[in-house]
Antibody
Framework: EVHLVESGGGLVQPGGSLRLSCAAS????????MSWVRQAPGKGLEWVAN????????YYVDSVKGRFTISRDNAKNSLYLQMNSLRDEDTAVYYC??????????????WGQGTLVTVSS | DIQLTQSPSFLSASIGDRVTITCRASQGISSHLAWYQQKPGKAPKLLIYAASTLQSGVPSRFSGSGSGTEFTLTISSLQPEDFATYYC?????????FGQGTKLEIK
């Protein structure tokens, strides 16, 4: 059974940094792209970043480019999101998700439970 | 960036009703569209991908259709567990934008 478990969220001051982790199990981690998606309190979903199986390709939403870095350690079956220069508007629940595929079609088929990041002074 | 607009944003319906949610893309995305269901305090759940392919384990009362710029999610006969918020998402190009959501409430 696929499991994704996020950790590392918490309260941080504006301008601060935080590193989120996602531990994956139940599937061959290095076969899949992986993603981060966030949801501000009471708001909708926002895709944040994607990373290729070997880490060679990464994509980001414009609002986090230059501040966030997605990475992975396939030996540890783990996904990461390094968040720097945090802003109030980065406050959200951050979900780790598997970027699944089938016959050329893509989708986010498994999600973690989310970890809350609160940016506030 | 591709914008997705869902309608309606709120929907009130009764058990047994047939409901349809529409998702319109600002430019053509072929069939690179997925639908998710989210309940309060929970992670989203994949319902449909490739616009019309039902994810394994999802009840057959859910169906999706469309291609290009207009898509629909239909629930043929609402069950109590279907009251939730629904999101469409395009995976045609980056950024992989979501619609703003449709909250389905009990009438």
């Amino acid at each position: 059974e696929v499991h994704l478990v996020e950790s590392g969220g918490g309260l941080v001051q504006p301008g601060g940094s935080l590193r989120l982790s996602c531990a994956a199990s139940g599937f061959t981690f290095n076969y899949y792209w992986m993603s981060w998606v966030r949801q501000a309190p009471g708001k909708g979903l926002e895709w944040v970043a994607n990373i290729k199986q070997d880490g060679s390709d990464k994509y980001y939403v414009d609002s986090v480019k230059g501040r966030f870095t997605i990475s992975r350690d396939n030996a540890k079956n783990s996904l990461y999101l390094q968040m720097n220069s945090l802003r109030d508007e980065d406050t959200a629940v951050y979900y780790c998700s598997r970027y699944g595929y089938n016959s050329g079609w893509f989708y986010f088929d498994y999600w973690g439970q989310g970890t809350l990041v609160t940016v506030s002074s | 960036d591709i914008q997705l607009t869902q309608s309606p944003s709120f929907l009130s319906a009764s058990i047994g009703d047939r409901v349809t949610i529409t998702c319109r893309a600002s430019q053509g995305i072929s069939s690179h569209l997925a639908w998710y269901q989210q309940k309060p305090g929970k992670a989203p759940k994949l319902l449909i991908y490739a616009a019309s392919t039902l994810q394994s384990g999802v009840p057959s009362r859910f169906s999706g259709s469309g291609s290009g710029t207009e898509f629909t999610l239909t629930i043929s006969s609402l069950q109590p567990e279907d009251f939730a918020t629904y999101y469409c998402q395009q995976l045609n190009s980056y950024p992989h934008t979501f619609g703003q959501g449709t909250k389905l409430e009990i009438k």
